[in-house]
């Protein structure tokens, strides 16, 4: 899947794009929709505690097989386009995926601004000598995953599948162990304010 994505030359809407990526992750199996359906009512449910609060109504008749199905259908037309994707599943949808596949989908999504999606890590101001040692290794495993893309001098669709997932894999914690001295840093000078 490529970053930027356009339709007729104009960007593709995002509501398409999650859409679009969901259904290939989910391959349509229909135990994989029910399932990921189950889990996007329950992510729901928890960002929306108060039942006012929700616009998407779920069904929670207590005969599992039923509620299921028809949760499955609720969710898979919003996927489909067929009802109008509300921002207030959005989050729910995207958190139900797994972990890889959740931060592709971000990827996909922040490249559209022209911004990058990082896991943000665990800050301490503590310990800054063992984060350098942190950010020097992955700085180290970057430049080696980044080497072995680089050995015909180009990054292109020729690579290795798994040698570009381990470059962005190690790229991106290379940002995240960054990220953890920005945060300290902008926060000392908060301090001196």
Not at 5 to 22: D, F, V
Not at 108 to 118: D, K, N, W
Not at 139 to 157: Q, S
Request: proline content about 3%; overall charge negative; cysteine-free.
């Amino acid at each position: 899947m490529e970053l930027g994505n356009t339709w007729h030359g104009h960007r593709e809407p995002r509501s398409r794009l999650i859409g679009r990526y969901i259904e290939n992750w989910l391959n349509g199996t229909i135990e994989k929709q029910s399932a990921y359906a189950d889990k996007v009512r329950e992510i729901y449910y928890s960002h929306y505690p108060d039942p006012a609060d929700r616009r998407i109504k779920f069904k929670t008749s207590g005969d599992a097989h039923s509620d299921l199905r028809e949760n499955r259908q609720i969710v898979m037309r919003r996927l489909r386009g067929e009802i109008k994707f509300e921002s207030d599943i959005e989050e729910a949808m995207v958190e139900a995926l797994p972990d890889q596949e959740r931060m592709t989908l971000y990827r996909l999504l922040l490249a559209r601004v022209g911004l990058l999606a990082v896991k943000i890590p665990a800050v301490t101001t503590q310990g800054a000598a063992q984060d350098l040692g942190r950010f020097a290794r992955e700085f180290a495993e970057a430049v080696e995953a980044v080497g072995e893309l680089l050995g015909d001098g180009v990054i292109d669709r020729n690579d290795a599948p798994e040698q570009l997932q381990r470059a962005q894999k190690e790229l991106d914690d290379l940002i995240g162990a960054a990220f953890t001295y920005k945060v300290a840093i902008t926060a000392a000078r908060d301090q001196q304010s």
